[in-house]
């Protein structure tokens, strides 16, 4: 029965972890959530004996949801490409900026760090399914080879040449910006864009900034990047004039400085930004209301 128990609480502690481990394979909370019961399930699934047998139910557990969570990327490469606009990854909130964590809720498990940066994510997005899962169970969690050939179901050498590929897709290392630099450029924007001031906005964004957004067909969104700091400028003011009465916060967004748009207290827009040699170079609106059920305020 002690050795029953211990096998339980080992089972139940590792669900942080294969949270974290999901959400940067797949971007998607609700998809991660759903990968992490189904590994539970097969794992309660196995007679007694055969889970007393295995050695490390925490292994066996990360293969098998990596087996998932390949099934599940390689459908998503399908549904995606019938999704209405942009798909950007769900935009993680900030535990303790919401007042700390509850047990039920599935942000507040997750570990803030680069690996989940929408600069990260979107990265990560280009890569194929194998290569994303060699990549982020090797170079993000250090898994070995040997285990990832397990989840894979190819040759640590092969394993070793795709997390090899993977790392070619992500652009060289920048000089990191200062934390204290990105919030007080991303507060500089805020304040621009509640004085609708064109001129400020152009002057804090880099000449080739993109912005993308994801709507999912659901609200009203851009189908399409906006290019440029003149027209990412103008399309920002645009908005601000379509929607009065409306909130803006700043708020950390899957790590970094970010900003939160809110009407009567309900969040519309989660932004995430990517700042560059002190200007924004690239900015995420996640305008999708299935995406933004963690950023609802606590009572």
């Known amino acids: 029965m002690g050795a029953a128990r211990a096998g339980a609480e080992v089972t139940a502690g590792e669900r942080g972890r294969l949270i974290n481990v999901a959400y940067r394979l797949l971007g998607s909370l609700a998809e991660s959530e759903d990968a992490v019961q189904e590994a539970f399930a097969r794992w309660y699934a196995l007679p007694r004996s055969r889970r007393d047998a295995i050695v490390s139910p925490g292994a066996w557990l990360t293969t098998v949801m990596g ?14 490409e019938r999704y209405v606009g942009a798909w950007l990854p769900d935009p993680l909130p900030d535990p303790v900026e919401r007042g700390g964590g509850r047990d039920g809720d599935l942000a507040d498990r997750m570990v803030l760090d680069e690996s989940v940066t929408m600069a990260f994510l979107v ?12 990549f982020v169970l090797h170079d993000v969690f250090r898994y070995p080879f040997a285990e990832i050939a397990d989840v894979l ?23 990191p910006v200062a934390a204290d630099a ?8 805020k304040e621009a864009w509640e004085e609708k001031n064109i001129a400020a906005l152009v002057d804090l964004l880099d000449p080739s900034a993109v912005m993308t957004a ?11 990047p906006v290019e440029g700091d003149a027209r990412i400028a103008s399309y920002m003011v645009a ?3 379509r929607a009065p009465g409306l909130e803006l916060l700043q708020r950390s967004v899957n790590g970094a400085p970010g900003l939160v748009a809110l009407r009567d207290g309900v969040v519309l827009t989660v932004a995430a930004f990517d700042v560059t040699d002190g200007r ?14 963690p950023w609802a305020p606590r009572g």
């Open 123 to 134: 990265v990560l997005e280009t890569m194929t399914p194998a290569e994303r899962v060699a």
């Open 214 to 224: 994801d709507g999912g067909g659901l609200v009203g969104a851009a189908l399409r």
């Open 153 to 175: 179901g190819r040759t640590p050498a092969a394993c070793k040449q795709l997390a090899s590929s993977a790392r070619r897709r992500v652009p060289d290392a920048r000089t």
């Open 280 to 293: 924004v170079a690239r900015i995420w609106v996640v305008r999708n209301p299935e995406k933004l059920g």
């Open 67 to 80: 087996h998932i969570c390949l099934d599940v990327l390689g459908s998503a490469r399908i549904r995606r």
């Open 239 to 241: 908005i601000a004039d």
């Open 182 to 189: 990105r919030t007080d450029v991303v507060r500089r924007v």
